[in-house]
């Protein structure tokens, strides 16, 4: 199975602040990769797919992007209501893996 | 829109057996494939398998396997998961997410079932 290594486990930010949430497979994934938010209680909403292309209806202060073999969410000038917890996919290969979760608070 | 409507939350009793129902509405069901997937409270998010909704053919996580059964109703545009013998480590909430298969990712999901395994 593929791991995904997500960091930070947890961040506390400010308002308006920019936060980036970094995930790292462990073996090659291309681009198959997506970020998701969790708010208690709901079912995770897809933010990001492919690496870098936002959902629809998703803010544009959330981005994607792919470094080598690293992936990375940010959100600009951060809100009140994207505190919740952020999840990276990984979809290339069977069994698809989550990463462990960040946990995004305000400060 | 798109909706996925989940069953509602279930008790049952160790060593039996759960079928928990998605049924969705306002894209071709036909067309996609359905994932069920597991999280334990505080915990991540496990993929169970899929099912791809025109003629129910089937992929499983290995974990899984022999624990979860994945079918399909087209007439009614819904998707099943059959848990069986189950557990305390069963406990959980389950979604069932339309499967972009092509792009490797969950475009919408249901809003989750919680399932108590206890005596």
């Known amino acids: 199975d593929i791991q995904m290594t997500q960091s930070p486990a947890s961040l506390s930010a400010s308002l308006e602040e920019i936060v980036t949430i970094t995930c790292q497979p462990s073996?090659?994934?291309?681009?198959?990769l997506s970020w998701y938010q969790q708010k208690p209680g709901k079912s995770p909403q897809l933010l990001i797919h492919?690496?870098?292309s936002l959902a629809d209806g998703v803010p544009s202060r959330f981005s994607g992007s792919r470094s080598g073999t690293q992936y990375s969410l940010k959100i600009n000038r951060l809100q009140v209501e994207d505190t919740g917890i952020y999840y990276c996919?990984?979809?290339?290969?069977?069994?698809?893996?989550f990463g462990g979760g960040t946990k995004l608070e305000l400060k | 829109e798109v909706q996925l409507q989940q069953s509602g939350a279930e008790l049952v009793k160790p060593g039996a057996s759960v079928k928990l129902s998605c049924k969705t509405s306002?894209?071709?069901?036909?067309?996609?494939?359905m994932s069920w997937l597991k999280q334990m409270p505080g915990q991540n998010i496990e993929w169970i398998g899929n099912i791809y909704g025109g003629n129910g053919g089937t992929g499983y996580n290995q974990k899984f396997k022999g624990k979860a059964t994945l079918t399909v109703d087209k007439s009614s545009s819904t998707a099943y998961m059959d848990l069986s013998s189950l557990t305390s480590e069963d406990s959980a909430v389950y979604f069932c997410?339309?499967?972009?298969?092509?792009?490797?990712?969950?475009?919408?999901w249901g809003q989750g079932v919680m399932v108590t395994v206890s005596s």
């Open positions: 996919l990984q979809g290339y290969s069977a069994p698809w893996t």
């Open positions: 073996q090659d994934i291309g681009n198959y």
């Open positions: 997410a339309r499967t972009q298969n092509w792009e490797g990712c969950f475009d919408y």
């Open positions: 492919s690496a870098t």
């Open positions: 306002g894209y071709t069901f036909s067309n996609y494939y």
